[in-house]
């Protein structure tokens, strides 16, 4: 079966197995998925990630987080640019989350990065997801 936004497919079967408490998910691997899962770990939001080698497609398998009162560290992700209508943002319009507790998913032309490394770096691109 085909998916027409596979990012989206992502974000959404974290937010499933979230809301399931599972300790683990399966996503279908792509290099944008794999730069999102990095920035995931590396802000603390998923403890790590895995690719796995299947036979007819790789998969990352993403362990989530959780906090000791077993409340998940994601709680929340919204995917903003989708095939029907891209949102392109500059430097200046790179969002703020919550007062800094959430970050915004930028593809620019040197990669996959938050919007806060976007902004340092000054420059703009594709505005992906919000993860909070």
């Not at 590396?42 to 007819?56: A, H």
């Not at 993403?62 to 409340?71: F, Q, V």
């Not at 095939?83 to 200046?92: A, C």
């Amino acid at each position: 079966m085909t998916v027409t936004d596979p990012i989206a497919d992502m974000l959404t079967r974290i937010r499933n197995a979230i809301m399931a408490r599972h300790d683990t998910v399966l996503v279908p691997s792509s290099k944008t998925k794999l730069a999102i899962a990095r920035i995931l770990k590396k802000e603390g939001f998923i403890t790590d990630y895995v690719v796995l080698k299947g036979k007819p497609q790789r998969e990352i398998k993403i362990n989530l987080r959780y906090d000791d009162e077993n409340k998940p560290m994601l709680s929340g992700l919204e995917r903003v640019s989708k095939p029907g209508l891209r949102v392109y943002v500059g430097r200046e319009e790179i969002p703020r989350l919550y007062g800094g507790m959430g970050i915004a998913i930028v593809s620019t032309s040197s990669g996959v990065m938050s919007g806060q490394q976007a902004w340092r770096k000054r420059i703009g691109g594709e505005l992906l997801c919000y993860v909070w």
